[in-house]
């Protein structure tokens, strides 16, 4: 099943390997914004074979690497949006690896948990 993910021009790919490659997102939330992709067409991370996770997760290792050398972030994020109703837009398996700097926002904890707006940081919420 073709798709924008399927159809990668090779001088976008950073880095690769047999089964996974990445790219600079087009769109980035911040600086050095990185997509790890399977070269096979699967649309969550739970279609996909055992090898393929393993090598989505050395690909993570491999682009923290090159960023922590080209940009030096202060912290990661790493997501994956499985299902449309989790918000994936493209239906090709990618795992995002988005760099951080202290400072980027006011008040960063909960990180990912902001996928919920309003639920993120819940140390800064109060206690009923
Ligand atoms: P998701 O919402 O998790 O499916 O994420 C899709 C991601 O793909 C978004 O972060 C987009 O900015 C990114 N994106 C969309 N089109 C392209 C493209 N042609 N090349 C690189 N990244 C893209
Ligand atoms: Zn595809």
Redesign the pocket.
């Known amino acids: 099943m073709p798709c924008?993910?399927c159809d990668?021009p090779t001088e976008?790919i950073v880095w690769q390997d047999e089964l996974v490659f990445a790219?600079?997102?087009?769109?980035?939330?911040t600086e050095g914004?990185t997509?790890l992709i399977p070269k096979r067409h699967v649309a969550t991370w739970f279609e996909a074979t055992e090898a393929e996770q393993r090598a989505l997760m050395r690909g993570l290792d491999a682009a923290k690497a090159q960023l922590d050398a080209t940009e030096a972030p202060d912290g990661y994020n790493i997501?994956?949006?499985a299902g449309a109703a989790a918000?994936?837009?493209?239906?090709h398996l990618?795992v995002?690896l988005i760099p951080r700097r202290t400072g980027d926002v006011d008040d960063p904890r909960g990180g990912v948990r902001h996928v919920i707006p309003g639920k993120g940081n819940y140390l800064g919420r109060g206690h009923d």
């Open positions: 924008i993910f990668i976008r790219i600079r997102d087009a769109f980035p939330v914004h997509l997501g994956i949006n918000g994936q837009t493209v239906m990618h995002h």
